[in-house]
């Protein structure tokens, strides 16, 4: 079984349908009225966050908990990074502190996979960089199949700020995986032609509207203000109406697509708002299933013998 | 690997319309019963049972599953295991006469998980045990309420229970040597 989780390449389709299907019965959890079980008792599981962040930290935060482990939240600000303690050092202190697992989000695109040499206990990708963030992938895709039934076969388009997302990256990777088709969509300047090698069938394109009527899910992408150092955009206006997710293109859409986001929108910029809030929309079940998800993520690294 | 049949087809047929008739008999008519079959082979155990219990005296029962993979204590012992499915019937357990089904009783540390599980779960208002084969060596101080049979095994022997439902033939062998 996998030890840690740091790439949605990493996972394999039998794997990756085995947290799908462990996420299921997690989910049953929710519903019940003792939200808890014994499974991860004694273990504890560390949030080491070099970024803000409020729906993963807290969805992981959730789903260790759930499972009854012990959870001990290290964010970066407020803490000895601040003081100039270097990666390697924090990871040393938290091995020296008994940590099973170090849940890891970090700027910097790899850190997670330095932070392996350094910990005994598993290690997850909670986002690093502009390179991958699995949990995300994981939670879209059980969304999908939970939504449509399953994932093999069907049209992904994943629109918007490709060249900084990681969602991106993680989703366009694992749907290979599960068999989907993914076409990213976005301006030249954000989907810059060199994606079409990520994976052997994926498709490039910078018309949304010639994609919309085949696409069985939309995935909206956050425009990342905060990783961009020059203009990829005339402005925020054109963008909108050129990749923006309004009614009028929703209608394009065959009747069964849904449409995702992972999160944080920007309500009319990418995502119109009675689009975010119609039946068509999974973003309010997307968080659900992120806690349900990555509980068997937990499960499957930590659960077995260490 | 050698192995001795100790209940063919007709006695499991035998033993559960028994078990049937004691529950019927123990629980004035099993009006309050809910029958959880614990998974795997617990599962189409509780549904036989359930049928039974429609075919002596026409009370329907509700039958639900109970997968204690999560609740297990020794699950970090071994390589992660694969979690099987949980489902109550509706209706709940609050209130009611739970009946835990399972194939074979041998250390009792299945039935504690199921009982932590079932206290996650509601709150019944009794919890019963039902047994196809109570092949002793206990490790916790449970029993069983209802038992197909007793079989004395040494700690070396293997009690493998096969289902229609499951395996494709009713049977019971009692195997010798070590398990793995």
Redesign the interface.
Known sequence: ?IKHLLSAADLDAPTAT?IH??AA??A?VAG???K????LRGRTVVNLFYEDSTRTRTSFEVAAKR?SADVVNFSAKGSSVEKGESLKDTAWTLQAMGADAVVIRHPASGAPNRLVNWVHGSVLNAGDGTHEHPTQALLDTYTMRSRLGTVAGLNVAIVGDVLHSRVARSNALLLHTLGAKVTLVGPPTLVPPVFETLTPDVRVGYDIDAVLPEADVVMMLRVQKERMNAAFFPSWHEYSRRYGLDAARVRRLPDHAIVMHPGPMNRGVEIAPDVADSPRSTIVEQVANGVSVRMACL??LL???? | MAYKVILAETDIHRVLDRIAHQILEKTQGAGDVVLLGIATRGVPLAQRLAERILAFEQQPTPVGTL?IT??RDD????????????ELPTGGIDGRRVILVDDVLFSGRTVRAAL?AL????RPAAVQLAVLVDRGHRQLPIRADYVGKNIPTALAEQVRVLLKETDGTDEVRLTEGTPA
Request: proline share 2%; aromatic share 4%; no cysteine.
């Open positions: 079984m085995l299907d462990i019965e997690m049953t019940r009225e003792v808890k079980l014994p499974t499972l499960y499957l659960g077995g013998r260490s | 997968d999560l609740y699950l970090n012992r071994h390589s992660t295991r694969a979690v099987g499915h949980t932590d206290s996650d779960l509601g």
